[in-house]
């Protein structure tokens, strides 16, 4: 997916790739993401893409805590997105 950093008038942008992939143990994943600065300059991509991260981090610590019921049903929506069921996730 491609992605705009704030703030905007820097013109930073980026593809993004997220790879889940399974792990030996079950129900544990290996995460990936790929990402490729598309504009802006660099100097500006590198400092802004830190908070992006960082953000992304916080979510992955934040989802530790979600509960197992709640971690289905967003794995079910997942699904039917991917499947083209669904266009968007609800809460």
């Known amino acids: 997916m491609n992605i705009w950093l704030a703030p ?3 013109g930073v942008s980026q593809h993004v790739t997220v790879r ?3 792990e030996a143990e ?3 994943y290996a995460v990936s993401l790929q990402i490729k600065r598309l504009s802006g300059e660099d100097a500006s991509w590198r400092r802004v893409n ?3 991260m960082n953000v992304i981090r916080k979510q992955f610590l934040i989802w530790r805590t979600v509960d197992a019921e709640a971690k289905e049903g ?3 929506q997942g699904s039917e997105i991917l499947q083209g ?5 609800s809460a």
Do not use: G, K, T, W
């Open 50 to 52: 830190q908070r992006f």
């Open 74 to 76: 967003y794995r079910q």
């Open 8 to 10: 905007f008038d820097l």
């Open 26 to 28: 079950h129900n544990i």
């Open 85 to 89: 069921l669904r266009s968007e996730v």
């Open 20 to 22: 889940a992939m399974p």
